[in-house]
């Protein structure tokens, strides 16, 4: 995999000619900004930006001013990238009122290399696909455990109207021990991309160091594999990170969430 080339082919795909995330948002380009808007409970944000330092402050401004202006939208963020210019347009959005949030990896690996991976599940360990309320509510209940409760919630509402709405466009994925889920996962594909992504991955604590996040990750990429995607990417945190380099992904930038409270 060349680097470069692969980062720029993900800046093309994904942030340039993003398409919406979820069958309830849509992407819009206002002058040199790429963001998504939608209902309060998706995600809403600026996913790539050409500015310099003349053009900066003024579309960050405009930014503000235009979600501010969506009634039920509460926040939004802009993903900044290690790559992005102005050098300093994170300093520029915290001056705006941005706040800053933990950086993590964008982490690209050949999604071949990966299905390749012998990762077994722990004995008494099955994966169960998520197709309804009952699986979203499983997943939600994961990410409490495993991150902070509170963040299932959303996960659990996103979730469960791209279910009933697109199930094409997403494989989700809750581990069982048992009648305990213990780590819960998902795959979407970006159709017209050479891009599937590898979101959540959650493993709740006690269950952490057993191969489950591994074994998560390897057949996802078969999966991807299967729908003919050729790359993998991950927004890492630095508990994945290591895991996912060892496996054979590839740190190509770093990316820090800026969000704007509106309200």
């Not at 003349?54 to 930014?63: E, F, H, P, T, V």
């Not at 990238?81 to 300093?88: G, I, L, V």
């Not at 989700?172 to 998902?186: D, S």
């Not at 599937?196 to 991807?224: D, K, M, S």
Request: charged fraction near 25%; aromatic fraction near 8%; charge should be negative.
């Amino acid at each position: 995999m060349d680097d470069d080339l692969t980062l720029a082919l993900f800046d093309r795909q994904m942030r340039r000619e993003a398409r919406p995330d979820h069958v309830l948002t849509r992407v819009e380009r206002v002058g040199d900004v790429v963001r998504q808007v939608g209902p309060g409970e998706m995600w809403n944000g600026v996913l790539w930006s050409g500015l310099d330092e003349g053009s900066a402050d003024a579309a960050i401004a405009r930014q503000v001013a235009e979600y501010r202006a969506l009634p039920d939208v509460e926040s939004f963020e802009w993903k900044l990238y290690s790559h992005d210019h102005p050098r300093d347009l994170g300093a520029r959005l915290v001056e705006a009122g941005f706040e800053a949030g933990g950086p993590e990896a964008l982490m690209v690996a050949e999604a071949e290399a990966i299905a390749s991976i012998e990762a077994p599940l722990p004995e008494g360990v099955e994966l169960v696909p998520v197709t309804d309320a009952d699986g979203a509510e499983l997943v939600g209940a994961v990410h409490d455990r495993a991150f902070s409760v509170g963040t299932g919630a959303r996960i659990r509402t996103r979730l469960l109207a791209q279910l009933e709405a697109a199930p094409e466009s997403v494989l989700a994925l809750v581990a069982m021990a048992g009648e305990q889920p213990v780590c819960a996962a998902r795959l979407d594909f970006n159709e017209g991309t050479h891009f599937a992504g590898l979101w959540g991955g959650g493993t709740v604590a006690e269950w952490r160091g057993r191969g489950i996040y591994r074994a998560l990750v390897a057949h996802r990429a078969r999966v991807a594999v299967d729908r003919g995607y050729r790359y993998l990417f991950v927004d890492a945190s630095d508990q994945s990170r290591p895991i996912l380099a060892r496996l054979g992904f590839t740190r190509l930038a770093t990316t820090t969430p800026y969000e704007y409270r509106l309200r």
